[in-house]
Each structure stands twice: as structure tokens, then as C-alpha cells.
């Protein structure tokens, strides 16, 4: 793995994770982050589609998940949840092929929560893994934006692999 702390984020990228998350609030919102080297340059927000209907039982979250999900509204499953829309995914991951980019980060925000990766997160970033590499795309960063203080949003980044978490320090200029 790259020594994530040599992995820069613009702060004006920071501030449009935040306006995004803010945005949505009280929803989760998702995205990408990619650059080059170790430097992010572009981010691709994507569309959140847990509230479609059928989502949440096509995505790969744990049986208790998918039962909780199920019993909610689709605003209420956006509030806990999230599933990036598959189009827009690829559509960003062609654009990154075409401008030279590599996938660097993986984003969401946690509306309510702790910026740390949930039960769900870790599984979802788990069964994730492979796919990274079938898609010739490296093992991202998952950063979360907590909004639990509105005014003062938290973020934090990880490591996901074989289902460990680790911590990964972000530099920002």
C-alpha cells in the first residue's frame, strides 16, 4: 500500500466534499476523488440510489441491513446508507481513464454519525476489493465527512483491506 500521508488534498476540494455533504444533508452523499501521483485533483460526485426501489437487496450489505432498509421509506434509507449509481460510476471512471487520472478515493458522508466506517462500510469496501483490480483500478482511500456537529464537519480517512481498517493521514494545502 502507498504511505497514504503522502496523499494531498486541495483544500478547496475539501471545502466541495463538505458543500456536497452539506447539500444533501440529512442524506449521505458519495463520490470519487481521483489525480495523479499523490495528488487529488478532481472529484466525481455520484448520485446516491439507495432510495430506489430494489436497491438496497442488489447491493452487497448484510442480510440485517437489507431487512432494515427494507422497512424504511426511501428518504429514511438515504439518511443511513448509500449506494452509488452504477452508470454514473463508470462514467467516472472512463473520464479518470481519459484524463490520466487514477481512482484515488472512494467518499461519503455520515449525516448523523462518527466519521468512521460503519458495519456496512466495511463490508461493502470488503467485497469491493476485488473488483478494484478486475477494473484495473487500485485500492482506494475511503474518506467519510461527518456532519453529527454541523458546524464544524469531521474527516477522516481509511484503509480498507480483507476487512481491517486502518487509518490513513490526509495532507491538505
Known sequence: ?????????PQPILDELVAHARSLDPYECCGFLAGTGNRVSKVYQIKNIVGLE?????????????????SLSPEERAEIA?????????????????????LQVVYHSHPH????????????????EENWSRLNLTLPVYLLISLMDKSKP?????????????????ASV
Open 154 to 170: 469531521d474527516i477522516k480517512a481509511y484503509w480498507i483491506k480483507g476487512g481491517t481498517v486502518s487509518p490513513a493521514g490526509l
Open 54 to 70: 430494489g436497491a438496497a437487496e442488489a447491493a452487497s450489505f448484510d442480510e440485517a441491513k437489507v431487512r432494515r432498509l427494507s
Open 82 to 102: 448509500f449506494i452509488m449509481d452504477a452508470q454514473e460510476m463508470f462514467q467516472a471512471v472512463k473520464d479518470m481513464r481519459k484524463q490520466g487520472l487514477t
Open 113 to 128: 454519525d462518527p466519521a468512521r466506517p460503519s458495519v456496512t462500510d466495511i463490508k461493502v469496501a470488503n467485497d469491493w
Open 1 to 9: 500500500m502507498t504511505a497514504v500521508s503522502d496523499l494531498v488534498i
